[in-house]
């Protein structure tokens, strides 16, 4: 029987995160889950094409547009369930069991956000995304997404839009999503250099003003 999880990775220039977030998906190799992992990239000018070549795995590029990108991804993906991860991502031993876990269930999962070195605003941030999740099932791209085939294909993929791709797919499966028990390890970096308040305000006004139907090109200016 084939491994059934395919696990799609955007990427643009992520030779720096990549090592991190593909040493934690041997895990998934280990215990005969992982299928497949696609790289999706929009056009990397770094080694990043050469890091998935040596780690073999599948590779298709095209414009840069995270939805787009993913939408590539999931066409290429054999398995019967998809699993979307963020490059700058980690995963925690154990993964695959809350992973497998779910998939019994069927309903489609995110992971919990959790920040890898963030401190005290780390910890809060991240509290207020996954309470967000929970209560608004709104789950961001950084909490990656576990969905079956099936699921996917009923929703219509991924739109191809430079942002907001991740609240367009929360939104279309609403109620259904559901909290995987585990934390997934994402970088500060940005909110660290840009400061957490003010990246955090900005993700806010952005979330808002596209759920008031603002066009995400427009959000994409000044992401």
């Known amino acids: 029987m084939r491994a059934r999880l395919s696990v799609i990775v955007p ?114 941030v991240a509290g207020w995304a996954n309470l967000r999740s929970r209560i608004f099932h709104l789950p961001y791209g950084d909490q990656g997404l576990l969905i079956s085939r099936a699921d996917y294909d009923a929703v219509g993929g991924y739109r191809d839009i430079p942002l907001m791709e991740d609240v367009a797919m929360a939104r279309a499966l609403g109620g259904r999503l559901c909290l995987m028990p585990v934390p997934l390890l994402t970088s500060a970096a940005r909110y660290q250099s840009e400061g957490w308040l003010r990246r955090g305000a900005r993700n806010l006004t952005l979330l808002l003003r596209y759920l008031a139907g603002a066009a995400p090109e427009d959000l994409r200016k000044r992401y």
């Open 11 to 124: 990427v643009l220039d992520a030779e720096a995160a990549l090592p991190t977030l593909l040493a934690g998906l041997m895990e998934g190799v280990e215990t005969g889950l992982l299928r497949e992992v696609i790289l999706s990239d929009g056009g990397s000018r770094d080694a990043t094409a050469e890091i998935a070549e040596e780690v073999g795995a599948l590779w298709c590029t095209g414009p840069a547009s995270r939805g787009g990108q993913l939408r590539r991804g999931a066409r290429m993906a054999g398995g019967d369930w998809l699993m979307i991860l963020h490059a700058d991502s980690a995963l925690p031993r154990g993964w695959t069991r809350a992973v497998q876990d779910q998939m019994a269930d069927g309903r489609p999962g995110y992971f919990q956000l959790a920040f890898s070195g963030g401190g005290l605003p780390g910890r809060i």
